[in-house]
């Protein structure tokens, strides 16, 4: 559309057609997190990076190697029929649990296993393959440019709040105190070996 006299919308060929409503509907872009780009993990790469255009997290909640982060409203919380602040409630349940163990344990920081992670987005990524959101060629904003579905919620609502109003201690790691952050960096490390002690090494998020 490159104008609108009146009743009449003008295209971009200069293409005119009368009309009686106009939406105007500008799209979205919720798989985007500007604050991404501000937050580092244990090995100094940011959450963009992590992500490359394409967020997961543990229960839309945790991110592997970024300790004591919690997200709101995270990839793969939302559908077409559940309410953003029945979401919230359950994740301040859970994000109020996850803090009272981590006072109770003494710990400083506390990070989601990656492979616990892994296993749920698996879970996740296949339910999502055979509902409306995935199937029937269309695309949405629900979609990343490579087809992965980051927004939406798989199953019921119910499933969604039991799952966020039971903390499970074992899909977590508690760390000591911390030591200094890592210097910010946009290349990922390979010689840097990944913690495997059930105590942890890593630093909390920044």
């Excluded at 190697?65 to 359950?90: D, K, Q, R, Y």
């Excluded at 629900?142 to 927004?151: A, D, I, P």
Aim: aromatic share 8%.
């Amino acid at each position: 559309m490159s104008a609108v006299r009146g009743n009449e919308v003008v295209g971009a060929d200069g293409t005119v057609a009368e009309t009686d409503v106009l939406v105007t509907a500008t799209g979205f872009r919720v798989g985007e997190l500007p604050l991404a780009a501000n937050v580092h993990g244990t090995d100094g790469r940011s959450l963009a990076d992590v992500w490359g255009g394409e967020p997961q997290a543990y229960l839309g909640t945790t991110v592997g190697g970024f300790p004591n982060l919690f997200l709101l409203l995270g990839p793969n919380l939302l559908g077409g029929s559940t309410s953003a602040i029945t979401v919230l409630e359950a994740q301040l349940t859970y994000l109020t649990a996850a803090l009272g163990h981590l006072d109770r344990s003494a710990g400083r920081a506390l990070e989601v296993r990656p492979g616990v992670q892994d296993a749920h987005n698996s879970a996740v990524q296949a339910a999502l393959a055979t509902t409306v959101y995935n199937t029937g060629g269309c695309t949405s904003y629900y979609l990343s440019s490579s087809g992965r579905n980051t927004f939406a919620w798989p199953w019921s609502t119910p499933r969604l709040t039991r799952r966020l109003n039971r903390f499970d201690p074992a899909a977590y790691v508690w760390q000591a105190p911390p030591a200094p952050l890592p210097a910010a960096r946009t290349a990922p490390d390979d010689s840097a070996p990944a913690p495997s002690h059930p105590q942890g090494t890593g630093r909390p998020t920044r």
